[in-house]
């Protein structure tokens, strides 16, 4: 902490978010020489380079993300001090930050999260998208609270991961009205061979689908894969393919994309996880989120 400057730590934070010592330096109203020279300063206190030059911008190298995770959080916490202090009744609004792992569909990551806001009072929300792995770390060093997965969290940490399940679902296929009229007449056999929108490889949810497909011997041609299921729905909706829908979210996919039901594979089913580093649920957001999940949106 000695050598830690939080004015320094400010600088570095705005030539982060901007890309480039000019436009940060017309933010704080410096000389881009004297910006250039207190990035040099944090970065030898702290002993590691957090910037690469790419051209014109500056590009973080993985310590400079590392760092500005750290920075966002710190001054987000120092805004929130201020206002609680500007707060005659000096109350403070307790912040709920979250994982969400890149293959949850957005749809239901919203269902699942509505009961923590509707808590009095509302915590402030802060959510963070990522692979399981890339998140892992951020709830063992209590920056997260909570992960919501499509897959549990592993026994092979370094720290101690508790799952809960949230509740089991399975998956419809869908696509633009007139293809989903095409197929559905011999589902599921109906799908070889047809254009396919898919979840990545690296995902659970694929996973999940390619056992399925295995057991009875379907073989979609797969032209796209996503780690964004909105987006996967935004490209079937254009015509592109069938795609794999969690049936949680369906009726929420139908309205907002336009596309129709294929039909059901029940026996594909995921399970929806709430990750947490503490095994008894203490945080009000998180019981929350956990107790609607298992008797309203999955019960």
């Known amino acids: 902490m000695e050598n830690l400057n939080f004015h320094h730590l400010r600088y570095f934070w705005a030539v982060a978010r901007e890309g480039t010592l000019r436009a940060a330096a017309e933010r704080l109203h410096v000389s881009q020489p004297s910006l250039s020279a207190q990035i040099k300063q944090i970065e030898e206190s702290l002993g590691v380079s957090l910037f690469q030059r790419k051209g014109r911008h500056l590009v973080l190298t993985d310590a400079g993300r590392l760092a500005l995770d750290y920075a966002d959080d710190i001054f987000s916490t120092a805004r929130e001090m201020v206002r609680a202090l500007n707060d005659p009744a000096g109350t403070r609004t307790p912040v709920f930050h979250v994982g969400v792992v890149d293959s949850l569909p957005k749809l239901l990551v919203l269902e699942l999260l509505r009961p923590a806001l509707a808590l009095d009072p509302a915590p402030r929300l802060v959510c963070r998208e990522g692979q399981l792995h890339e998140l892992t770390p951020l709830l063992a060093a209590h920056r997260l609270d909570m992960i919501l997965s499509d897959e549990p969290g592993g026994s092979g940490q370094e720290f101690p991961l508790f799952n809960t399940t949230l509740g089991t679902c399975g998956i ?109 649920l203490k945080h009000a957001a998180i019981v929350a989120v956990t107790h609607a999940a298992q008797n309203v949106v999955f019960g």
Not at 258 to 276: K, V, Y
């Open 172 to 280: 419809t296929f869908c696509a633009v009205p007139r293809l989903a009229t095409k197929l559905r007449k011999k589902f599921p056999e109906s799908l070889d061979g047809q254009p396919a929108l898919m979840p990545s490889e690296a995902s659970s949810f694929r996973r999940h689908l390619e056992s399925w497909f295995d057991r009875r011997a379907i073989k979609p041609r797969v032209v796209s894969e996503f780690d964004d299921l909105a987006l996967m729905a935004m490209f079937a909706a254009d015509g592109h393919g069938i795609v794999p829908i969690y049936s949680v979210a369906l009726a929420n996919a139908k309205k907002t994309f336009g596309l129709a039901e294929i039909g059901d594979a029940p026996d594909c089913r995921c399970q929806i996880h709430a990750i947490t580093a503490e095994r008894k």
